[in-house]
């Protein structure tokens, strides 16, 4: 499957470079990417405002309900490669009830992809049109 991250900076930059090896996604419900992504799922990145200009694959992605506990755990475990001290408030992280993280490789930058506005959306499903799917027999 493929999906559109759309992402702020600096953590776009981040990702291109290196520094940010794993995009973590936060919500009060369980919007996507929470169980919507897998490993091997191909990442077109998005830095908000623009077109894709990058992908990456997803070679690793956990999921948690959330305490303020493990919000800490997840916080001094993986907070280098999420780049948390990024963060304008990680304190707001505590509030939240679900965390999806999705460690990052291959990234690359591409030539500029258009795509819709995602109207808000931090994180779009793409789902394949009924044309482009193969049926064997």
């Not at 799922?41 to 303020?68: H, N, S, W, Y």
């Not at 800490?72 to 490669?81: A, F, T």
Request: charged share 30%; aromatic share 8%.
């Amino acid at each position: 499957m493929e999906h559109i991250a759309i992402l702020r900076q600096p953590f776009f930059d981040m990702i291109i470079r290196g520094e940010k090896t794993i995009e973590s996604r936060w919500s009060m419900n369980r919007s996507a990417p929470f169980n919507k992504v897998q490993a091997g799922d191909k990442i077109l990145l998005k830095r908000t405002g623009c077109p894709v200009t990058a992908t990456a694959t997803a070679k690793k992605v956990m999921q948690f309900e959330l305490t303020p506990d493990k919000v800490e755990d997840i916080r001094v475990m993986y907070g280098k490669q999420i780049g948390t001290d990024k963060f304008e408030d990680w304190q707001d992280t505590l509030h939240k009830k679900y965390c999806t993280l999705i460690w990052l490789e291959n990234v690359e930058e591409i030539e500029p992809i258009e795509v819709p506005r995602s109207n808000g959306a931090g994180w779009i499903v793409v789902k394949p049109k009924l044309e482009q799917l193969k049926f064997e027999n």
